[in-house]
């Protein structure tokens, strides 16, 4: 009886802390609020990507702060997807039939955006900008692109591309050899390098796959050193970077590292690799978190005040980033809001400039850009701002029709 | 009570009018529950009814046979990925996919049941550990496979689009009409077997595999069986997964989901194919739907979240939420070792013995 009793109680406690089956989905707003919601990893494996959503949680705070947009707050929601597709997909799901959202942002995860975007798309909510180059309209090989979905996460092969005139145009090397995940992340900035290099009529001294879950890179680093190469682009997750500079430490080779914007968290690289990523160039769709860009420094003023206790870092920072269209869009596109109206001035931007590269939108192209900074970690994690935004000339996405 | 006075009552799958007449009231209530759920819950009753079918399932393998699989996640990736690639590479129609899928499932299942033979407790998880690893690590150095980018699987045609005769299941409440009457289908075939010459083998197995050898248990056939039945349900409900979710890669089949799935069968109660049901459901509840809103509710969600970011991280509520599933989890295990089948028997005799 005694357990029983334990039993309803604990009943009873479900039934307060479960939410009640709800109602019928809404308009993503009213005269009040704007609903946005975000999906992303801040539990789970990825948990340190988490940072992304709550960057954007600070945007918003920021515009209420400042009266809302046309007399409307916006009402932000965060649902932790675990970096599982199907947890995403029941959050996205859930934000938008029980709350109406108007707009998604963000969402670092591929396989959960992947697992969504038809969901969004058939349910004619916005989705601007996804936070993974793996969701770009362009691989879609869709005319027009989908018109909900507005992207400017650079693609990987203008990333690489851009690094690689940087490496042999201003560093002058000549010998240059890549190390890539064998996977679609990788091979794009492989194709990148290449062409590049094919315009200088050069080719890559060496190139080297390895596989996301190897741990021992001894042979793949002997490959990199014997082939001479003085300069190496490194397209790898975070964790083989470390495996590869402690590698290269143990066996005496240090060529000038080149790697993609996903490593750009200089502090966070700085202290996992023990100090080995110090000189190490990177790409980067973020601007340095310790610059003094009037817009920066406004976050980061706001981010003090407002999330004292987040450690303001480059993916933080790009959760604001990813946010900054909408709000803009909602701001030009004045009282009558509606989601045709947001897409109306979306597709009207033009070199439009917040905190990233300049963002160009039209009915016809929904990828915003092909520009990254390039950056060097200094001492202690610190950043150097070696070259501003700087567009691939050579992406052929843009001469597509 | 519940004593059986010949062996026909014994096998009988409903043991009597009253068990017959809840069971046609449950089907009833699951028919008709569309009607007035939104479709957002339709969407995570898929996904509770995909993993009750493969609890179910697993719960041959662990609660009946006594063997352990850490590596159930493999075989509901073989399902998922078999499915989507037989229709979309080969045009084979819905149904003999999942079905050729649930059996490349259970084959796989019958290799790893052979180390079972020899292998056993801690050894046996290792080994399936390694299977379901493995299978992922494959499947994602694979581009036929879509690698680790993943793939799309197609829409949800269960006629046979070649001979003109289409059949688009494009909702998730035409979805979910199709998994509940797998999944009734197949919760019924899996208490059925129980009772037929296999189950009982199997159980001989686990209360005693020397015992059974004795008695004239083929250890060799009926451990690989199990473990192949077993598999065939996971494949089968893999197959499932992949049109609910649409989209899948293969860390989607990662070894947190295989310990997920025995946690569902040791929350709901080993040995019962009604604990089965009730741990997926109560598991994928927690894990897909618990404290949702709440950070959203007028000063409640402040205070937890102001509270989990000043104690714990900055992420927010989501550190309630582990601790919460996590919690509810070791109370059903230490306070109710029967797991929820043993709440359930509770409540019933409660009710029977009512008011005394």
């Not at chain 2, 259970?106 to 690893?133: H, M, N, Q, V």
């Amino acid at each position: 009886m005694k357990r029983l009793s334990c039993f309803l109680v604990l009943v009873v406690c479900f039934l307060i802390v479960f939410p009640c089956s709800g109602s019928a989905a809404r308009s993503g707003f009213d005269d009040e609020e704007i609903r946005i919601g975000q999906f992303g990893p801040q539990t789970g494996p990825a948990a340190p990507w988490g940072a992304v959503a709550r960057g954007a949680g600070l945007l918003f705070d920021l515009v209420n702060e400042e009266g809302g947009i046309h007399g409307r707050k916006i009402k932000y929601y965060l649902r932790d997807d675990q970096y599982s597709p199907s947890v995403a997909q029941a959050g996205v799901r859930e934000l938008v039939e029980r709350h109406g959202i108007f707009a998604f942002t963000g969402g670092v995860s591929g396989a959960g955006g992947h697992a969504v975007k038809g969901y969004l798309a058939g349910n004619e909510v916005l989705w601007v900008v996804p936070g993974t180059a793996a969701l770009n309209t362009v691989a879609d090989n869709q005319t027009p692109p989908s018109p909900y979905r507005f992207c400017s996460y650079p693609l990987f092969e203008d990333e690489a591309s851009v690094v690689t005139k940087y490496a042999v145009e201003k560093l002058g090397f000549k010998k240059i050899g890549f190390l890539y995940q064998n996977d679609v992340f990788g091979k794009g900035g492989l194709t990148g390098c290449k062409q590049r290099l094919a315009s200088y009529d050069m080719t890559l001294v060496e190139e080297v796959p390895v596989e996301p879950t190897e741990k021992d890179l001894a042979s793949q680093m002997l490959r990199l050193k014997n082939s001479g190469a003085e300069c190496a682009l490194m397209w790898v997750s975070p964790t083989l970077s470390v495996i590869t500079l402690k590698t290269c430490e143990s066996i005496g080779y240090k060529p000038q590292w080149i790697a993609f914007d996903g490593l750009s968290d200089y502090p966070m690289m700085h202290q996992i690799t023990g100090g080995l990523f110090e000189g190490v160039i990177t790409a980067a769709f973020v601007p340095p978190p310790d610059s003094g860009d009037p817009l920066v420094s406004k976050y980061r003023e706001a981010a003090k005040r407002l999330a004292p206790e987040e450690r303001w870092g480059t993916f933080y920072l790009a959760g604001i980033l990813f946010a900054e269209p909408l709000v803009e869009a909602l701001r030009r596109v004045g009282p009558d809001l509606s989601t045709e109206a947001c897409i109306r001035e979306l597709n009207s931007f033009k070199d439009w400039k917040g905190l990233g590269a300049p963002i160009t939108w039209s009915a016809d192209n929904h990828q915003g850009t092909d520009s990254v900074q390039i950056q060097k970690c200094g001492p202690g994690g610190s950043y150097i701002l070696l070259q501003d935004w700087t567009a691939n000339d050579l992406a052929t996405w843009k001469t597509k029709k | 009570m519940d004593m059986k006075r010949d062996y026909y009552e014994d096998i009988e799958v409903f043991s009597s009018g009253t068990v017959l007449f809840w069971s046609f009231a449950l089907f009833a209530f699951l028919f008709t529950l569309p009607l007035y759920l939104p479709s957002y819950n339709i969407y995570l009753f898929n996904i509770i009814l995909v993993h009750v079918i493969l609890a179910v399932g697993l719960n041959i393998l662990v609660g009946y046979t006594g063997q352990i699989s850490l590596g159930h996640a493999g075989f509901f990736a073989i399902g998922a990925y078999g499915t989507v690639l037989l229709m979309t590479h080969l045009g084979v129609p819905f149904f003999a996919a999942i079905i050729a899928a649930g059996l490349i499932a259970a084959f796989f299942g019958f290799i790893i049941g052979l180390p079972a033979l020899r292998l056993e407790g801690p050894y046996l998880a290792i080994a399936t550990l390694g299977f379901g690893l493995t299978i992922m690590h494959i499947i994602g150095r694979w581009d036929i496979f879509g690698g680790r980018m993943g793939i799309q699987a197609p829409p949800l045609d269960i006629g046979i689009p070649q001979w003109g005769l289409s059949v688009l299941l494009d909702s998730d409440v035409k979805m979910y009409y199709l998994i509940v009457v797998i999944a009734i289908i197949m919760v019924i075939g899996a208490r059925n077997m129980m009772k037929t010459r296999i189950g009982r083998a199997f159980v001989a197995i686990r209360d005693d595999d020397i015992a059974a050898e004795v008695m004239g248990v083929n250890l060799l056939a009926f451990k690989t069986l199990s473990f192949a039945v077993s598999a065939f349900y996971a494949g089968v409900a893999g197959g499932l997964f992949g049109f609910v979710l649409g989209f899948f890669d293969p860390f989607t089949f990662n070894l947190i989901l295989s310990i997920i799935f025995l946690v569902m069968v040791v929350v709901g109660g080993l040995g019962s194919v009604l604990g089965a049901v009730m741990g997926a459901a109560l598991i994928t509840y927690l894990q897909y739907d618990l404290l949702k809103n709440v950070d959203e509710m007028p000063y409640l969600g402040d205070v937890l979240v102001w509270v989990s970011r000043k104690l714990f991280t900055v992420i927010g509520l989501e550190n309630f939420n582990s601790i919460m599933l996590g919690l509810i989890m070791l109370g059903i295990v230490i306070f109710e070792p029967l797991g929820m089948f043993g709440i359930w028997i509770r409540i019933k005799k409660y009710w029977k013995t009512w008011p005394f």
